[in-house]
C-alpha cells in the first residue's frame, strides 16, 4: 500500500473514495465539506439526510454523485480544544473508520483532506503525525486499498505531510 502526499482540490480526485471532512450533522458547511457537497450536487444532500448524522470519529459512506469519485466517506473529525479532550484520539478513529469503510466498499484508491486542522484547529503539524501513523499502521489490515493520498489544498500543509511521511518511513 503506497502512502503520498499531493496538492491539490480533493473535488477533482479520480480515485475509488475520497474522504470528507465533515460535521456530525453531515449536511454540508464550509471548507472541503462545502466544496464536496457542491461539486457532487443536490443528491448529496438527500443521500447524507437519510444516514441521520455521524458521531465524531466514526465515518459514513455515499455515492460520490457528480464527483469524479466513486464513493465519499464522511467522517466528522474532532474539534480542537485543548488536547485533553480525547482529540488525538478522535483524528485517529477518523482516519481508522474512513480506511475501514474503504475497505468494506473494496476500494483500491483513497483520498483525504487533511481532516480538522481547517475550521476545527486540530494543530497541523500533530495532526499529521495521528493521520500519517494510523494509515502507515493500516498497511497489515488493507486487502483491496493499494494507495492512500492526502490531497493538501495549500503548500504549508503540503510540505508538513511529507516531512512527517518522511520521519515516518526513516
Ligand atoms: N480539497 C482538499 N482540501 C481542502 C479543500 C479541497 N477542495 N478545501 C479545503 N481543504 C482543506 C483545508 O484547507 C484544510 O487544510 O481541508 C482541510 C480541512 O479543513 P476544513 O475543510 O475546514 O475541515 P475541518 O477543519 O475538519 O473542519 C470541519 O468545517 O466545513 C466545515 O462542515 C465542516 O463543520 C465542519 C468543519
Known amino acids: 500500500m503506497k502512502v503520498e502526499i499531493i496538492q491539490g482540490d480533493i473535488t477533482k480526485s479520480h480515485v475509488d473514495a475520497i474522504v470528507n471532512a465533515a460535521n456530525t450533522t453531515l449536511m ?21 439526510a437519510k444516514l441521520q448524522g455521524c458521531a465524531s470519529g ?19 473529525g474532532p474539534i480542537w ?20 469503510e ?15 486542522t481547517g ?3 486540530f ?4 495532526a499529521a503525525q495521528i493521520a500519517l501513523s494510523t494509515i502507515i499502521n493500516f498497511k497489515q489490515q488493507a486487502h483491496y ?11 504549508i500543509t503540503k510540505e508538513v505531510y ?3 511521511l518522511e520521519d515516518l518511513l526513516q
Open 28 to 48: 454540508g458547511g464550509g471548507g472541503v465539506d462545502g466544496a464536496i457537497h457542491q461539486a457532487a450536487g443536490a443528491k448529496l444532500d438527500l443521500a447524507c
Open 119 to 121: 475550521v476545527y484547529h
Open 81 to 100: 480544544q485543548d488536547g485533553m479532550h480525547h482529540e488525538p484520539e478522535i483524528l485517529k478513529n477518523s482516519y481508522l473508520n474512513s480506511l475501514k
Open 145 to 155: 486499498i493499494k494507495r492512500v493520498r492526502i490531497v493538501a489544498f495549500d503548500i
Open 102 to 116: 474503504a475497505e468494506k466498499h473494496q476500494c483500491q484508491t483513497v483520498d483525504f483532506p487533511s481532516i480538522s
Open 58 to 76: 466514526k465515518a459514513k459512506t455515499t455515492l460520490g454523485y457528480l464527483l469524479p469519485a466513486k464513493w465519499i466517506i464522511h467522517t466528522p
Open 123 to 126: 494543530p497541523l503539524k500533530q
Open 162 to 164: 511529507q516531512e512527517v
